[in-house]
Every structure is written in C-alpha cells, then in structure tokens.
C-alpha cells in the first residue's frame, strides 16, 4: 500500500484496543497483542500520551483513552493554560513594539481575548480579558479564520467602510494571511486604530490561537497604510517563541 | 559593537530557569526544568542538589542557544534561589551529602520546641531579628549535622560545607569558592542583622562549626569568574528569591512593596537601611546590600502555601491536568458555595506562626462540587494574602494604596480579581512577570557597570495589567469572618509528642 504510514497504523491499533478493552491495559499487554516490539509501542504510547489521546495511570502504569480524545471537536488547549505558556513572550513584545498586546482564541465564531497587556505607557488603561471580537474584522480574527476549515458566517457585520464584508474578499484576504504568515486589521474594526497579529501553533503545526498588538494606526502603518515591517517582525517571532514553548516543530 | 546581555539563573522550589536579558529589561530567552521533589514523610520535602546542578549545567548553553548568542556577548550572571533550602556537601568531592532540605520542610519541629527552652534562645532570635522557626536554615543544619553519623565531627575538620542554593551554585559555578550572600545569609537564624556577619553565640548556640560556614558577601558584587556552565563570566549578584523580585521591581524606596505568587507567596515592603521589627506576626529581613553602601531591610509576610496548593490539586488530587486549569475549574461556578481550604500544610507561616497548625477543608456539604473546591483554592491565596497585608498596614502605620504583583501564579485571572477584591486595593503586574529572573539581571548587570544606577532601572517598569477591586463590602466582610473562623480550625492538629 503505497503512501501509508506505518506508525499511524499502529497506533490506530493501539486506541481501537484501549477502546474496545475492560479497562487500562498495560505494555506488555498491547505490545503481545499487536505482536509489536515492547519499543515500538511504548513510543507510540507516549506519542499518543503527549497529544493527549491516551493516558497513563500514575499507580499501575497502565493506559487508557485520554480526555482529548472525547473532546476532539473543541480546542485542545485550555485558555488558561495558553495564558500562562504565552504571558513570558507578550510582555517582550509589548515592551519592543510600544503597543497593546493581546492573545485571542476562537469561541462560538468568534475571538475570545485570553490575554491582554497594556501599552507600556503608564495611561489609564482595562484589562478587556474575556471580551469577544467579531473574527472577520481584527488581524486576530482573520489569523484564527485563515488556519480553519469552517466557513465564516454568511453575513458579515460592517463595522467601518473598511470592513471587509464580501465573501470573495474575505476568502482572498485569507489567502494572503497564509501565504504571508501574518494578518492586519487596518481601520477594518475601529476608525484610527490598525493591528498586526500571527498564529500560535501547538503540537503538529495545529493552530490554538494567534497574538497581535494594535494602536494608533499612524503608529501601526507606514505612510503608504501598510503595517511597519519592524512591528510585523516582532510579532511573528514572539508568535514562533510561544509555538515553541507548546511543542510545536520549528519552522 | 555587539549587543550584550545579562543572563539571570532563577532557582525556584518547583523548577530552574535561566533567562537572557536586554538592556531594557526585556526578557530575550528562557531555558526551564522542574527537578523532582521528594516527599519521604509527611511534612518532609526534599531536593537533590547534584539534579539541581546538572540542570543549571543543561540550561546555560540553551539560554544562550535560544537567544542566538555566545559566552562572550554574557556582561554577567546573577542568582535568584529559593531561600533557607540547607545543602550539605564533601569539600573535597563536592558530592551533596544526602538530599538538600527544603524550605517548607518541618521535620525539625520537634528541635526547634526544644532550642527554645534553651538559655540563650532569646539572644539568638535578637541577633537574627528572626523567630526560631522549623523555616529557616539553622536548625535544619542541626537536624543534618545530629542524623548523619559522623558528620558532626567531619564539619568540625572542615571536611563538610553547608550552603543555601546560591551557594552550592556558586560552588559549583567557580569551582570551589564557598560564599552567600547577606539576603540569603539573613534567613538562617545564624546571621547577626546588626554586624551582617555570623553570630558567635548563635553558632554556639546551635553547635554548628564555623569551618562549615560560607563567607557572607554583599548582594550585588562581583562573586568571582564562573568556570562551569558560564565559563569565564562574572558572578555579579546573588539574592533570594523575594529579595531578588523586590529588587526587580524596583521597590528601593522606602515603603514600596511587592508580592510574588509562586510556590509559596511573599510580601515585602522596603523599609530602607533602618531594621524594623514587627509586632504583628512579619519577619525583619536583609532585603538587598549593593556593595559597600549600607544594606537595605524589609518588613515580610511570607506565605507557606500558595501556588503548592494548586500543585497538590494537580498532583495529589488529580483534579485537574495542569496549573492553569484550576482558573477554568473555577469558573464553571460562580461562588466557593461556602467552602474554605486552609493550607497549613507546613503549619501557618506569616501572621499566625503556627507550626502545630495542619490544613482544613471546611463547609463541606453534598452541594460542593470540584469547581467549589478550586474556587478554595485560589481564594486560600487571595485571603493569605489579605492576612499579611493588614499585619503590614498595622506595623507600618500605613496603609497600602496598590499592591504590585509578580510570579506564576500572576496569570491566574480569576486569582489577582480575587485578590483585588479581598484587599479592596488595585493589584498591578509589571510587564516582566519573571520578576525574581530580572531582579537577578539588574542586581548583576549593576556589579558590572552594564546598567548604570538604580534610576536607570526604574524607567524599565511599566504597568501591564491591573485589576480594580469589584467587591461588595458586606461580602467582603462575611467572608473574611468565615475565612477567619476556618483558620481557627486549623490550630492546634499536632499535639506535643
Ligand atoms: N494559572 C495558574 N493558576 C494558579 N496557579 C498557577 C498558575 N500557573 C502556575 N501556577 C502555580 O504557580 C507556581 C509556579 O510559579 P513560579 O513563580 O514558577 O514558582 P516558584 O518560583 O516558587 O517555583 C506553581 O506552584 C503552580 O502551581
Ligand atoms: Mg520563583
């Protein structure tokens, strides 16, 4: 069979039996049933361990199917926890840029902010943490948009005259989002107001949320109303500093 | 001219870092590791510090790797430690003589009833400005120097060396050079605060060999060369951990405060080159001493039990997967539905110093479900945290207007609400919440002219978040009450042997 992947195979294996199983099974136990190297398993265990699909019991060692398994359909990475892995890499990226930080994740179609950090310029300013913005509207929006398979909502709220509203241009903006890597909301969603943002990928690549930070646009764009190259550069790599700290491959 | 960078090893209870930062402050890269913890009994908690060493080992070069830098762009390495963590080791091998023990071990509980009794025990708690207390370090020494046979008269050849962790790392990091720092020093019962050296009679008084002792340096100084992990940079600061996160957020005004929320929580308030004594329940602390210059103290509540608690949720409880998951527990209701967990695990620390005290679960009734209980949790710090500031404002005739904040525990949403709400004061993070890191980068790159003053280090602070207290008085006061009834329960669990 051409173009299959053994691995995969196996550990396919390996869920339909803890799956169909009484209970935990141990090593040995999946490793003689498979007739596979005790080796072989244990890697694919704790493969499988590690994207949460199977888990281990701390007293016997055995295994079992893991939560993340029943919970496929929803993000696998707790909010709170993707706070606390990204809070290290967005106080840097407030402090290089000069700008508002903010870290969303997408609920019920649309950006939940998981994170926020103020401007770093002592004014007066709210933590907006659990707010929702509308996903076809902000550059973390359109970030979390780009990397998904489900289809934006059919009509599209306006909330300036730069608001991309047309199906056909949101679909080409998302495009250039994963080609470019990175996505802007200029004036899109507030008058005077741009932003910048990029993925956060978790294991395998997978897209778990998406940093940015926005302002003034006078400050965000450069003459021409494009966002300055510098500030993209930073948020790209404090995006790649948290993959990494997810266990994301790097790219 | 390349750019060059300040590198901080952090050496918490739970993990060890090693973080590159920028001029600015900014953090640039971080390597980290937990190292295991070991629980022989109950009440004893343990480290191995040859496992902590090879950590610090393995990080340096990926610190360095991660921020695409080399030794030679390093201007100096500074050291933040979990603080009273009593490592013994062979001067001659340098192998850590059984595991190192650790601050919120009470094992010498026992010990420290006795010393107490002693002719002398008043003169000792005078010199050191410190309760004899199973937290510190010098009765632990003495536990190790009465349980290991032989070693008694190993210490007094000078065949044996007792350090804090700064000091088994300074050991290490320069090959030989057996030294501490005044902050570290400071949490011993062996310190005099008053001469900022060792106590004659407190030594007597323990019956703990001089040969044994490291030398006692300033803070912020240049230590020696690192031969190991940092070849050939310079060792610029050492402090403990708190101390360490005072400094990094740049509290050296008299009065200003901080509380970092990690492990345990510790809140300390400058109180500038004079020491204060409480009469409310806080420890008189060195805070930090910048080379010659007089040092520095602080009023502190220190808080046993904190981030630990969510940890033992984790852990021991299996409730929840991760640390930041007890926010999301939390959440799925709206209240503690009259519940309250009291976590003496190591009896009480500050205001009570109860070490008879063990932890309650109180208000327990079939309504209570798991997110109850999480919601016990985060206010179990919430409301220590409320307990060390009133003793603060009481002893200082002040009273706090913010509370600034750092540590782990900080992104904990649901928490720093918590914890405005409880105090009715805004809570502030700076944007830097590895405060103890770059406490230890400042108080280094200070040693070597990187950075040139304190003012200089003040204009890095910035507020990146804030949290505004939201919460009806009358509340407020019911629950300090119910609060303050479920510590009650705790007293007296460990009754004299
Ligand atoms: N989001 C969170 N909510 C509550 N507690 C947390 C969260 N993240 C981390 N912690 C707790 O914070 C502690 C780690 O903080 P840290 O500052 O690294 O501690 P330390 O320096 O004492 O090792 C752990 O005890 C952990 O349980
Ligand atoms: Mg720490």
């Known amino acids: ?251 | 001219m390349t750019e060059r960078y300040v590198v901080a090893i952090d050496q918490g209870t739970t993990s060890t870092r090693c973080i590159v930062f920028d001029r600015r402050g900014q953090l640039v890269s971080l390597a980290q590791q937990e190292h295991k913890q070991f629980y022989p009994k109950p009440g004893w908690v343990e480290h191995d510090a040859a496992e902590i060493w090879r950590n610090v080992e393995r990080l340096a070069p990926q610190a360095l790797r991660r921020a695409g830098i080399t030794l030679d762009q390093v201007a100096a390495v500074g050291i933040a430690n979990q603080r009273e963590t009593t490592v013994l080791w062979d001067r001659r091998t340098g192998a850590p003589i059984g595991r190192a023990l650790v601050w919120q071990d009470t094992r010498t509980d026992s010990l420290v009833n006795r010393l107490l009794t002693r002719p002398g025990a008043d003169v000792v708690q005078q010199r050191a400005a410190l309760p004899l207390s199973t937290y510190f370090a010098g009765p632990r020494l003495r536990w190790m120097l009465d349980h290991t046979p032989g070693l008694q008269e190993r210490a007094e050849r000078g065949e044996v060396l007792f350090g804090t962790m700064e000091t088994w790392l300074i050991w290490n990091l320069t090959g030989g050079l057996h030294v501490t720092d005044v902050t570290n020093a400071s949490r011993t019962n062996l310190l005099d605060v008053h001469t900022l050296d060792w106590s004659p009679e407190s030594l007597r008084f323990f019956g703990i060999p001089r040969a044994m002792l490291p030398e006692v340096r300033p803070s912020v100084a240049v230590f020696g060369t690192a031969a190991a992990a940092f070849p050939g940079v310079r060792i610029g600061a050492a402090l403990g951990d708190q101390q360490a996160a005072l400094f990094g957020q740049t509290c050296f005004i008299p009065g200003e405060a901080k509380c970092t929320y990690g492990t345990g929580s510790f809140l300390l308030l400058n109180t500038g080159t004079e020491l204060v004594r409480s009469d409310n329940g806080l420890l008189s602390t060195v805070a930090y001493q910048v080379g010659g210059a007089p040092a520095h103290f602080a009023l502190e509540g220190s808080i046993a039990i904190t981030g630990s608690l969510v940890q033992w949720f984790r852990d021991q409880l299996e409730l929840i997967a991760s640390a930041p998951e007890i926010e999301t527990l939390a959440r799925t209701v709206a209240d503690n539905g009259g519940c309250y967990i009291v976590p003496a695990f190591s009896g009480l620390y500050a205001p009570h110093w109860r070490s008879e005290a063990r932890g309650v679960i109180v208000g327990l009734t079939s309504y209570i479900t798991k997110g109850h209980l999480a919601r016990a949790v985060l206010e179990a710090t919430a409301w220590q945290t409320r307990e060390v500031v009133d003793a603060m404002n009481a002893d200082s005739g002040l009273t706090l207007r913010t509370l600034k904040v750092d540590g782990g525990m900080t992104a904990d949403n649901l928490l720093m609400q918590s914890v405005a709400d409880v105090l009715d004061v805004p809570v502030v993070r700076p944007l830097a919440a590895e405060t103890v890191s770059l406490g230890a980068a400042y108080a280094a790159g200070l040693a070597v002219g990187y950075w040139p003053d304190l003012e200089d280090l003040r204009r890095n602070w910035h507020r990146a978040g804030q949290w505004l207290p939201a919460m009806d008085p009358a509340r407020r006061e019911t629950e300090y009450g119910n609060w303050r009834r479920a510590v009650e329960r705790t007293f007296d669990w460990i009754q004299p042997a």
């Open chain 1, 1 to 251: 069979m051409p173009g299959t992947v053994q691995s995969i195979e196996r550990a396919a294996a390996i869920l339909r039996m803890l799956a169909g199983g009484p209970g935990r099974l141990g090593l040995a136990e999946i490793a003689r049933s498979l007739d596979l190297a005790k080796g072989t398993v244990h890697g694919i265990l704790r493969t499988l361990q590690h994207v949460g699909f199977v888990e281990q019991d701390r007293g016997s060692g055995h295994y079992q199917l893991g939560a993340a398994l029943l919970h496929l359909g929803t993000s696998y990475l707790d909010i709170n926890e993707l706070r606390s892995r990204s809070i290290n890499w967005a106080d840097p990226l407030a402090a290089r840029s000069g700008e508002a930080v903010r870290i969303g994740t997408v609920l019920e179609g649309r950006v939940l902010v998981v994170h926020h950090v103020f401007r770093p310029d002592d004014t007066f300013q709210t933590l907006d943490i659990g707010t929702l913005l509308p996903l076809h509207a902000t550059a973390l929006g359109k970030v979390l948009l780009a990397y998904r398979a489900e289809r934006p909502a059919a009509d599209l709220d306006r909330y300036t005259h730069r608001t991309v509203v047309a199906a056909k241009e949101l679909a080409a903006e998302l495009e250039r989002v994963r080609e470019a890597g990175w996505g802007a909301d200029v004036e899109e969603y507030t008058v005077g107001e741009a932003a910048v943002a990029a993925p956060i990928r978790g294991y395998g690549g997978l897209v778990v949320g998406a940093i940015g930070v926005s302002g003034l646009v006078e400050r965000i764009c450069d003459s021409r109303y494009r966002p300055q190259p510098k500030l993209v550069g930073y948020v790209r790599d404090a995006a790649r500093a948290v993959s990494r700290d997810l266990g994301a491959a790097r790219r």
